[in-house]
């Protein structure tokens, strides 16, 4: 079984357009939001760090502890996130994590207790599995051909946006809003998201009907989503690693709130049109090289943030270069098993995205400690970014494919 093979993709052969009408761009923009909406939950602590550290006086490892809450249970549940869905329907799941997403954060913000904002962070994190680890078998099951790569890649531009949106939102607050204001504001978008997928959402015609019993990937398949899920994991960890402790580093290195907020704007917003851009350039010179060169990329843009000045630069590196090629890892991730595996596959691959950002950020966290400042949570993040481009090597060994991103984009 090739995996990036027409045939394994479970659309039927003569299947060549995106039936549905506007439909599937709905359901898109629905999982769009739900993306920004994690990207804005995940960075919600992040954004108040000053407000938490002092109020309830945080070491860079309770720091990333906290950090880590939202991620934490997403181990554990991404695997039965993907069962559930294969039994009882993606629509129900997805609709169900939105859910979730929205009573988290009331959770943190009643609560008023570092217990209760790490309890809120969990439940809105386990709503984000339910959401995340779908949202890729949706779009294969709605987007087939070239859309596919364009449809993956305008979903993972909704994280940067829903970064920097936490940090135009949340460092912007009117007088008399305090920190449990900004937790609440993480509601809207999940609300919003929810709203228009239980509006917009059906069965996708592509979809060739398959036996309802219970199957796990095969072996190779599972080994396949297992190394996927650690490249996901090791460049989503090191972006979170450098967007948790660059504002830290270089207030240490005694640099102006104007200047950290334009750093941090060019490291999400650049994100988004290399994404897109990304997804072209691979199809164009194939996913190997983009995966090298975003990778070396967001390593050095991450390394040098620490050790060096021109943070301007660096935040090109990270957010710019380094962030090309987020499209091929997840369509790497979604084509390595066959679609009646498809949810059972996402839910292992998320289970790796999951584990690394629920530990991660403590190890960073740990690494700043040791280092005694938050640049060493940077140098962590670079050496974890680093371990994307061997493991991709080894993904493509184990595939025996030149591209899956070119086999998906062609199919």
């Not at 994190?125 to 680890?133: E, K, L, N, Q, T």
């Not at 995205?353 to 960073?364: M, Q």
């Amino acid at each position: 079984m090739s995996v990036a093979a027409p045939e394994a993709s479970g659309h039927p052969p003569s299947s060549q357009k995106t039936a549905g009408g506007l439909r599937p761009w709905v359901i898109l923009v629905a999982l769009t939001l739900g993306r920004i909406a994690f990207g804005y939950q995940l960075q919600t602590v992040a954004t108040l760090e000053q407000i938490l550290t002092s109020l309830f006086h945080l070491s860079y490892t309770d720091y990333g502890v906290l950090l880590g809450a939202y991620m934490s249970l997403g181990v554990f549940a991404a695997l039965p996130v993907g069962i559930l869905g294969r039994w009882l329907g993606d629509g129900l799941i997805t609709a169900a994590g939105f859910t979730l997403m929205v009573i988290g954060p009331c959770i943190s913000a009643w609560g008023g207790t570092q217990t209760s904002i790490a309890a809120g962070r969990m439940i809105a994190g386990i709503g984000g599995v339910g959401m995340v680890v779908l949202q890729g078998k949706i779009i294969a099951d709605w987007f087939i051909g070239p859309r596919f790569m364009i449809a993956t890649s305008i979903v993972v531009c909704g994280y940067p946006i829903g970064v920097d949106l936490a940090q135009l939102v949340l460092t912007h607050m009117p007088p008399g809003f305090d920190w449990r204001a900004g937790f609440l504001t993480d509601c809207v978008l999940p609300a919003i998201a929810l709203l228009i997928f239980v509006l917009s959402f059906r069965r996708s015609p592509h979809i060739t009907p398959t036996p309802q019993r219970f199957s796990l990937p095969n072996g190779r398949e599972f080994l396949l989503l297992i190394i996927a899920g650690v490249i996901w994991t090791s460049y989503t960890s090191a972006y979170q690693g450098y967007l948790f402790y660059v504002a830290p580093t270089l207030t240490a290195n005694g640099a102006s709130a104007a200047l950290i907020a334009l750093v941090v704007t060019v490291a999400t917003w650049g994100q988004v049109p290399s994404t897109l851009f990304g997804g072209g350039l691979a199809g164009r010179f194939g996913p190997l090289l983009v995966m090298i060169v975003g990778t070396l990329g967001i390593a050095i843009g991450t390394g040098g943030t620490a050790l060096a000045a021109m943070p301007l630069l660096w935040a090109v590196f990270v957010g710019i270069i380094g962030s090309i090629h987020p499209g091929v890892i997840i369509a790497v991730g979604t084509m390595s098993t066959r679609q009646e595996h498809r949810a059972v596959g996402m839910g292992i691959f998320y289970s790796l995205y999951f584990l690394g950002g629920a530990v991660v950020p403590a190890l960073c966290g740990h690494a700043a400690d040791v280092y005694g400042g938050p640049a060493g949570g940077l140098l962590a993040a670079a050496a974890i970014a680093a371990l994307g481009i061997p493991l991709y090597l080894l993904h493509r060994r184990v595939a025996r494919i030149e591209a899956v991103p070119s086999a998906v984009a062609a199919r």
